[in-house]
């Protein structure tokens, strides 16, 4: 378990050094990896993860919005991950849908809207699934639950007004129905019926305005 929290480690900076290491030198100079200050919306998307979802006979988005403060210094942003199958490869049941929804408070460390961050925030979870044919003795499951988490993360910001960002965020449910007992109900990737939750933010693309 060690060796794989390292790898995960390694992997994170290796990312950010990658990053950094293909910004124009112009570009670092004048704004990345920071904001330009006249931008203080932002919209995200996911676009890998839609196309190897429908792989898996799988609807799956993976988006978000973001309010940059006039401080400069922080951001609100607002994760949401829809997910819906029809097919047991996903949810492991014959149909399941699931929705998590998240409202985040991001400081970032170097004094303006770039680099690295400190995340806290919290989770809202619903998620519902019926069996499919072949377990007849199973119940449809239902969970609605809510948690408080904190992450960390990396963020690039380029002067085309897109930007690419790295991060986890891994918390614990608090309050909702049977947060202390398992139901059977997880998806492939986003939903899990366990107490705590883990998140890794990857290849996930915005677009500043």
Request: glycine share 10%.
């Amino acid at each position: 378990m060690k060796n794989i929290w390292l790898e995960f480690v390694l992997a994170i900076i290796s990312s950010i050094n990658l990053l950094s290491s293909e910004i124009p030198d112009s570009l670092k100079i004048r704004y990345a990896p920071y904001l330009n200050p006249k931008y203080n919306l932002g919209l995200e998307l996911n676009p890998g993860l839609i196309l190897y979802a429908r792989g898996q006979k799988a609807t799956v988005v993976s988006t978000g919005f973001s309010y940059f403060l006039k401080n400069r210094k922080s951001e609100i942003t607002i994760p949401i991950v829809y997910e819906y199958s029809k097919n047991g490869d996903w949810f492991h049941y014959n149909y399941g849908k699931s929705v998590n929804l998240e409202l985040h408070y991001r400081k970032f460390l170097m004094g303006k809207i770039g680099g690295i961050y400190s995340d806290i925030g919290i989770k809202y979870n619903y998620a519902y699934s019926e069996p499919s044919d072949d377990h007849e003795n199973s119940e449809s499951k239902l969970m609605r639950r809510l948690g408080l988490g904190c992450g960390m993360g990396y963020r690039i910001f380029s002067d085309d007004r897109f930007y690419l960002g790295i991060g986890v965020f891994l918390g614990s449910y608090l309050l909702g129905e049977d947060i202390d007992n398992s139901t059977g109900l997880s998806s492939f990737l986003f939903t899990s019926d366990e107490r705590s939750f883990f998140t890794i933010q990857l290849l996930k693309i915005g677009y500043a305005f």
